[in-house]
């Protein structure tokens, strides 16, 4: 249905999306994943039309939308990751105002709002303004004005950063409303694995501007199949510690998180004595160890050298 | 454009403040700096040495009689306290045959009272010198009034075209500066707006509707000029019928003016938006230069009070200086078409320039 082909975008000689090639098909979920700077937005942009591309091409149905880009603005709606309303309006009046720019007849209008508003939740606050309203709230006003039209494709920018946690359910809800039962077809960028885990078929891993890695999360997980994940709980460390970690043969990665010490490491029985020799070598005592299946988040890791938050 | 144009008129319902606190400003500003063109100079007058309270008196009558001045007698002691403290700009000693000024400062209205002064002294000390031959004085003045009251030769002035000479009229003309002046910030705020969603985003989610960039623009700058006209209509209107002023231009030319002048007005907006990239930025910007503008271009003084070239040419620069001649022009000298064709050429000229380049400056921004 819509797909790059070698997507590129520099900005005074720096290139900031590389080469990127993906596709929609109908009633997907897409996401695209990937932390701040990775060139998610930048893509999208090009996606949606508003950005021309340096080289390559944008189709819709094999059809480039780089020198037409009507086509695609028809059938599009997105949620841009700012709150792009007027904030001296009502949710009502801002509705009001985006249907008019789709051209909406009148008798159809105030059915799609209180439709919309349905969707997200805020039907019974429609008549204040959106700048009384919380910022979970404004996102979800900020997705119902792309959903007016009745888009076949959804492109969502980070739609859940920095609100509260009842507004980010509803979100998640609502695109799951959207994908699963509307058959909306939705690209969804965001830097939370969990959510992209959580709402998406597929997704694209991207970093430095390139797709690095893509797939269903099957798919991706297999990249770490070999390897596990051990958080390691110690009664204290330095870099030293750290250091003798490192320095087992089997560890492939270390890092500090907030539970402990995060490892991947290759599949094989002797790590885990490797490990302990280590740490009574430094004098320090194991409180805790677990080994899990690696998460998206530590293929991420494993792609990256990065978490998706750094 | 109709959308885009509907939301700037939902944003003005929700918060018209700004036109109707310009209006009103409008109003008050030029009523009260009209009004205290034409009062009069108060200055306090003291008998000198030799002079009794009534002679004082008599003499602060004749200098009262043109009207211009308002002189009072007061105490020495108080009038020169007056004089020391910078309560008034100056004192008139006034002596049998003679008068000083007592001035902290000389020129101004200084020199103002020295010339009455000096008028009326010689005038009432050449009565008295002619007084003096005649056997009865107070016959000789009652006859000297009459015959100046009805005398052999009158001098009558008028213009080249035979209508009578009107006096020029400093209300009018700041009423015309203070509506110009004012107009310039509600339309600077009004398309302020298009940096302002482009900072939100509203702009780019419009662009990817079916709404063009070209419907977007028409639906802002029409909307800015719109509102720029209801203010003026608004001021002209109270001051025609509310308070019955007679504006001495016709509809077709105060509104023709006036349309120009708002077009070059939103156009130089424009020009401006294109130069800054918040709306925070525009709006200090404006607010520092166009207050500038008004004393540059003459707004608020008489007619040829500027002689200097640099001021001159700058003023050229600004739309408000070429209404202003346009108004002026029309209302106290009616000039007609003929006459103001080049400053309405001008505003014209202005409202294609500064569009096309500040269009120009906000595209390249984006690209």
């Known amino acids: 249905m819509l797909e790059t082909v070698e997507l590129s975008k520099s900005f005074k000689g720096k290139t900031v999306v590389d080469n990127v090639n993906l596709y929609l098909e109908r009633g997907e979920s897409i996401g695209l994943l990937g932390p701040n700077g990775a060139g998610k937005s930048t893509t999208i942009s090009m996606i949606s039309s508003l950005l021309v591309p340096t080289n390559g091409d944008v189709r819709l149905h094999g059809k480039s939308i780089v020198k037409n880009p009507q086509e695609i603005r028809k059938v599009l709606g997105v949620v841009p990751q700012d709150i792009a309303l007027y904030e001296e309006l009502s949710a009502y009046e801002n509705l009001v105002f985006f249907g008019r720019i789709y051209s909406l007849p009148k008798s159809m209008l105030e059915h799609k709002i209180q439709e919309v508003l349905?969707?997200?939740?805020?039907?019974?606050?429609?008549?204040?303004?959106?700048?009384?309203?919380?910022?979970?709230?404004?996102?979800?006003?900020?997705?119902?004005?792309?959903?007016?039209?009745?888009?076949?494709?959804?492109?969502m920018d980070e739609p859940t950063v920095g609100i509260d946690p009842q507004s980010r359910n509803h979100i998640l809800e609502t695109v799951k409303l959207l994908n699963r039962e509307k058959g909306t077809t939705v690209l969804y960028t965001s830097h939370y694995m969990e959510e992209v885990e959580q709402l998406c078929n597929r997704m694209y891993i991207m970093d430095h501007g390139k797709v690095i890695a893509s797939g269903t999360k099957e798919e991706l997980g297999r990249i770490l199949s070999s390897e596990d994940t051990i958080l390691l709980q110690l009664d204290g460390y330095n870099e030293v510690v750290i250091a003798g970690i490192r320095s087992i043969d089997s560890v492939r990665h270390v890092e500090e998180t907030v539970q402990g010490l995060k490892l991947i490491v290759t599949k094989q029985s002797r790590v885990l004595s490797a490990i302990v020799q280590c740490t009574e070598r430094h004098g320090v005592q194991i409180n805790n160890m677990h080994v899990q299946t690696p998460s998206l988040e530590d293929v991420f890791l494993h792609l990256t050298g990065r978490t998706l938050r750094d | 454009m109709v959308p885009v144009f509907l939301a700037q008129w939902m944003k003005e319902k929700r918060s018209p403040y700004i036109v109707l606190i310009f209006c009103v400003l409008s109003i008050v500003l030029s009523l009260?700096?009209?009004?205290?063109?034409?009062?009069?100079?108060?200055?306090?007058?003291?008998?000198?040495?030799?002079?009794?309270?009534?002679?004082?008196?008599?003499?602060?009558?004749?200098?009262?009689?043109?009207?211009?001045?308002?002189?009072?007698?007061?105490?020495?002691?108080?009038?020169?306290?007056?004089?020391?403290?910078?309560?008034s700009?100056?004192?008139?000693?006034?002596?049998?045959?003679?008068?000083?000024?007592?001035?902290?400062?000389?020129?101004?209205?200084?020199?103002?009272?020295?010339?009455?002064?000096?008028?009326?002294?010689?005038?009432?000390?050449?009565?008295?010198?002619?007084?003096?031959?005649?056997?009865?004085?107070?016959?000789?003045?009652?006859?000297l009034k009459v015959y100046l009251e009805q005398p052999p030769l009158t001098l009558q002035s008028s213009k080249p075209t035979g209508e009578e000479l009107q006096s020029y009229n400093m209300r009018l003309q700041l009423l015309f500066g203070f509506t110009l002046f004012l107009v310039m910030f509600t339309i600077g705020f009004k398309v302020n707006a298009v940096t302002a969603e482009k900072v939100s985003g509203i702009w780019n989610r419009v662009i990817l509707s079916p709404v063009t960039k070209t419907e977007m623009y028409?639906?802002?700058?029409?909307?800015?000029?719109?509102?720029?006209?209801?203010?003026?209509?608004?001021?002209?209107?109270?001051?025609?019928?509310?308070?019955?002023?007679?504006?001495?231009?016709?509809?077709?030319?105060?509104?023709?003016?006036?349309?120009?002048?708002?077009?070059?007005?939103?156009?130089?907006?424009?020009?401006?938006?294109?130069?800054?990239?918040?709306?925070?930025?525009?709006?200090a910007f404006f607010s520092s230069v166009v207050p500038i503008m008004p004393p540059l271009s003459g707004v608020y003084m008489p007619p040829g009070t500027i002689t200097s070239e640099i001021m001159l040419f700058i003023s050229e620069l600004f739309p408000i200086k070429h209404a202003m001649d346009a108004l002026i022009g029309v209302s106290m000298y009616q000039l007609g078409w003929e006459d103001i064709y080049l400053p309405l050429a001008k505003l014209l000229l202005m409202t294609v320039i500064f569009f096309g380049v500040g269009i120009n400056l906000v595209e390249r921004r984006n690209a």
């Open chain 1, 118 to 155: 349905e969707i997200v939740g805020l039907r019974d606050r429609q008549k204040e303004l959106i700048k009384t309203y919380s910022g979970g709230m404004k996102r979800r006003i900020n997705i119902a004005a792309a959903l007016l039209h009745d888009p076949q494709i959804v492109i």
């Open chain 2, 32 to 87: 009260l700096f009209g009004s205290s063109t034409g009062m009069q100079i108060k200055i306090d007058a003291f008998p000198g040495e030799g002079l009794t309270e009534v002679e004082a008196k008599q003499w602060v009558d004749r200098l009262n009689e043109k009207g211009s001045f308002d002189f009072t007698l007061r105490s020495e002691e108080k009038a020169l306290a007056d004089v020391k403290q910078g309560r």
């Open chain 2, 89 to 143: 700009d100056m004192a008139v000693k006034l002596l049998k045959d003679d008068y000083r000024v007592i001035s902290i400062m000389e020129g101004g209205n200084a020199n103002l009272v020295q010339q009455h002064l000096q008028v009326i002294y010689t005038e009432e000390l050449k009565i008295r010198a002619v007084a003096q031959h005649s056997n009865d004085a107070v016959q000789f003045r009652e006859s």
């Open chain 2, 218 to 283: 028409l639906g802002h700058l029409t909307y800015s000029t719109l509102i720029g006209i209801i203010q003026i209509a608004i001021i002209f209107a109270i001051y025609k019928y509310v308070l019955g002023y007679d504006l001495g231009v016709n509809f077709l030319f105060l509104s023709t003016i006036s349309v120009l002048y708002i077009l070059s007005i939103v156009a130089m907006s424009m020009l401006f938006t294109g130069m800054f990239r918040t709306p925070e930025q525009f709006r």
